[in-house]
């Protein structure tokens, strides 16, 4: 024990007297989840647009009215050409522009029938249908005031509620994902890469003629990073609660022991991964390639696994991230107990106990 | 008694063998060195003895233990200091020997004596990081970590590699001391003048040993007589001696030529002749006693 000890003070003294890579671990978390909050945002506001209206009556102005008003969109300039629609996009700064046809009102008074053309730029295609989609929806409420209190057509009314995430904040599906991330980060890779180290440096060769036996190498290794990454991960949390109020429907304990074990799993991968590189390089290399890619865009983090070809969602079962990012977010944003998250948890465990059996298998105890 | 025993040892990456077929025995309490040149399988060999790599073929007893079965045994028992310096740079001189001290399960206090002569040179830079350390410093350093458990035996691989001739001294002075202290010291080198500092030494050549024996023992084995020989145009003397019908082995030697012969009873006046009628000016010849080198040199070309 006291062995044990020695070697995790050891490890703590490596990670304290490097500034540099302090800086990175504590600062990192930090700096991606303020950047993820506030500048990678899928929602809509303030898009510029302009107008063509070649009616100019009082139901066109209505119409337009409601739309800018309605905290999307804001009106760039008036158009009074169709020949001035090419060069309004091509100037970068409109996203959107809604032509009315002539003669409007009128046409909507007597034949029912009027049209509104909307012509979006789709160089951003997801951004391009959002607007269409928010343009559209304020049109169809227009038209809705404009039914009120006649009954001619019998209309089937759409009552559109948007469950745990009422207002479609971004941030609270970025925090689940963001959470596996940094987890993976700082665990998993710092691990690994602390223990290609010792190989590189030599070390390691002291260590193995020595009374330590592997698992108090590797535990050892592990200890100091686990604190590391639990103390990450509270910020995290402090900082989702509180800067961007992401709530935490569920229960903290349950999000917290939860989280524990994904801790586990990283740490068991970054040992796993550092049984096979020999040199602080490989270990960085296999740990971006192997775990943080697959993380940021198999899991569900940014893009949603349904909506994935069917090959990419069968590999996307393997990735550990994919099963945390489902449980936090069942316990975050939608309050699930835990009899709705067993399957994940036991996936996470299985995946855990697979990875620490392997690699206790394929440490090496000499040289080769 | 035997703290080494040896037998057929075999390792080979790939086609190249780095240790063929090692037979030997090392005393306990002795200083016994393995002189060789790099890549003659000096490192792969001591890594076996240390249990760190397995040998292909042949077996080998360390203390008694096996190097394969009984490694753990091994491990709590020798002291071993790579090539390389292996100890943590990040950490001050006294942090790296505590840690060394805990791991083994022991405190500096504990074995202060053994490593006290060079800890006290040591000693006003007991707060700085290894890594800022002078390379003799770094040595002395590694050489009390690999002390600090009090060892049975001591694995010093090149360990003067890379250090002023001052510190070499020093270092060898120290492992005297060790050995006083009832500690076998298994150390290899590439410098041949190191070997006269060991009790026995064993000659090694791409993986193999050339000959192991007392130092004087191998150099009263060398056969024939010695000659240092010089003369003004020193290409064609060493040409000349070569074709000499009675030449055993020429080498370059510094500013002279080390010429072997192979009769017992030749002079130097006879190579005098020889080299006269070859029109040589200012020849010098003087026989001498052959040194390590000679001897390596000899056995090599067998």
């Given at each position: 024990m006291k062995r044990f000890l020695a070697f995790v003070s050891k490890e703590f003294k490596h990670i304290l007297r490097d500034y540099r890579t302090l800086l990175i671990l504590f600062g990192m978390p930090i700096a991606q989840i303020l950047l993820f909050g506030f500048a990678i945002t899928n929602e809509i506001k303030d898009a510029k647009i302009a107008i063509l209206d070649f009616s100019k009556d009082n139901t066109t102005q209505e119409i337009s009215?409601?739309?800018?008003?309605?905290?999307?969109f804001l009106l760039y300039k008036n158009l009074s050409s169709t020949r001035d629609?090419?060069?309004?996009?091509?100037?970068?700064?409109?996203?959107?522009?809604?032509?009315?046809?002539?003669?409007?009102?009128?046409?909507?008074?007597?034949?029912?029938?009027?049209?509104?053309?909307?012509?979006?730029?789709?160089?951003?295609?997801?951004?391009?249908?959002?607007?269409?989609?928010?343009?559209?929806?304020?049109?169809?409420?227009?038209?809705?005031?404009?039914?009120?209190?006649?009954?001619?057509?019998?209309?089937?009314?759409?009552?559109?509620?948007?469950?745990?995430?009422?207002?479609?904040?971004?941030?609270?599906?970025?925090?689940?994902?963001?959470?596996?991330?940094?987890?993976?980060?700082?665990?998993?890779?710092?691990?690994?890469?602390?223990?290609?180290k010792e190989k590189e440096l030599g070390t390691m060769e002291i260590l193995l003629v020595s009374p330590l036996n592997p698992l108090q190498i590797i535990v050892g290794k592990v200890v100091p990073y686990f604190f590391i990454s639990l103390i990450n991960y509270i910020i995290i949390i402090i900082l989702a609660k509180n800067v961007f109020l992401v709530p935490i429907t569920g229960s903290i304990i349950l999000l917290i022991l939860e989280s524990v074990l994904f801790l586990l799993t990283s740490l068991s991968l970054g040992i796993l991964i550092s049984t096979i590189s020999n040199n602080q390089q490989t270990a960085l290399m296999i740990s971006i390639s192997a775990l943080?890619?697959?993380?940021?865009?198999?899991s569900g983090y940014i893009f949603p696994v349904e909506n994935m070809p069917l090959p990419l969602q069968v590999i996307s079962n393997i990735i550990p991230a994919k099963w945390f990012i489902i449980i936090v977010r069942g316990i975050m944003l939608k309050g699930v107990s835990f009899s709705y998250i067993v399957t994940e948890t036991a996936v996470l465990a299985g995946m855990t106990l697979f990875f620490v059996l392997l690699s206790i298998k394929k440490f090496k105890i000499r040289l080769e | 008694?035997?703290?080494?025993?040896?037998?057929?040892?075999?390792?080979?990456?790939?086609?190249?063998?780095?240790?063929?077929?090692?037979?030997?025995?090392?005393?306990?309490?002795?200083?016994?060195?393995?002189?060789?040149?790099?890549?003659?399988?000096?490192?792969?060999?001591?890594?076996?003895?240390?249990?760190?790599?397995?040998?292909?073929?042949?077996?080998?007893t360390?203390?008694?233990?096996?190097?394969?079965?009984?490694?753990?045994?091994?491990?709590?028992?020798?002291?071993y200091m790579p090539g390389r310096f292996s100890l943590y740079q990040d950490l001050t001189v006294e942090e790296n020997l505590n840690f060394f001290a805990s791991v083994f399960g022991t405190t500096i206090q504990e074995n202060y004596n053994l490593i006290k002569d060079i800890y006290v040179l040591l000693e006003p830079f007991r707060k700085r990081k290894a890594g800022k350390l002078s390379g003799g410093m770094k040595q002395k350093l590694a050489l009390c970590c690999a002390l600090i458990h009090?060892?049975?035996?001591?694995?010093?691989?090149?360990?003067?590699?890379?250090?002023?001739?001052?510190?070499?001294?020093?270092?060898?002075?120290?492992l005297g001391y060790l050995k006083n202290e009832g500690i076998t010291i298994v150390v290899s080198t590439p410098y041949m003048d190191e070997a006269n500092k060991c009790d026995r030494i064993a000659l090694m050549q791409r993986g193999k040993i050339l000959e192991t024996n007392y130092l004087k023992n191998i150099i009263a084995r060398y056969p024939g007589k010695l000659f240092a020989v010089k003369s003004d145009i020193m290409f064609?003397?060493?040409?000349?001696?070569?074709?000499?019908?009675?030449?055993?082995?020429?080498?370059?030697?510094?500013?002279?030529?080390?010429?072997?012969?192979?009769?017992?009873?030749?002079?130097?006046?006879?190579?005098?002749?020889?080299?006269?009628?070859?029109?040589?000016?200012?020849?010098?010849?003087?026989?001498?006693?052959?040194?390590?080198?000679?001897?390596?040199?000899?056995?090599?070309?067998?």
């Open positions: 009215n409601k739309i800018l008003s309605s905290g999307y629609i090419e060069p309004a996009f091509k100037e970068g700064i409109i996203k959107e522009v809604i032509i009315f046809e002539p003669e409007f009102g009128k046409n909507l008074e007597k034949s029912k029938l009027a049209n509104i053309q909307i012509i979006a730029d789709a160089s951003d295609p997801n951004l391009a249908n959002m607007l269409i989609g928010y343009t559209s929806s304020i049109i169809l409420d227009y038209q809705k005031d404009l039914l009120k209190g006649k009954t001619l057509p019998p209309i089937i009314n759409t009552d559109i509620k948007m469950l745990f995430n009422p207002n479609l904040k971004s941030v609270f599906m970025f925090v689940p994902g963001l959470m596996a991330v940094i987890l993976l980060l700082v665990s998993a890779m710092m691990t690994s890469i602390s223990i290609a943080m890619l697959p993380a940021i865009i198999l | 008694m035997s703290s080494v025993i040896i037998e057929n040892l075999s390792k080979s990456y790939g086609d190249v063998s780095a240790v063929d077929d090692i037979s030997l025995n090392i005393d306990t309490g002795e200083i016994f060195g393995f002189i060789g040149p790099d890549g003659a399988g000096k490192t792969t060999l001591f890594r076996m003895l240390t249990s760190l790599l397995i040998p292909d073929k042949g077996k080998a360390v203390e008694g233990f096996d190097i394969v079965k009984e490694f753990k045994k091994i491990r709590s028992l020798v002291g009090k060892p049975k035996i001591l694995f010093l691989d090149e360990p003067t590699t890379g250090v002023d001739p001052v510190s070499r001294n020093e270092f060898w002075d120290m064609i003397l060493l040409k000349d001696l070569r074709d000499y019908k009675n030449s055993n082995s020429v080498f370059s030697f510094g500013d002279s030529l080390h010429y072997s012969d192979s009769r017992t009873d030749v002079t130097k006046d006879d190579i005098l002749n020889y080299l006269k009628s070859k029109e040589h000016k200012n020849i010098l010849i003087e026989e001498i006693e052959p040194n390590i080198e000679d001897c390596f040199m000899d056995l090599m070309s067998k």
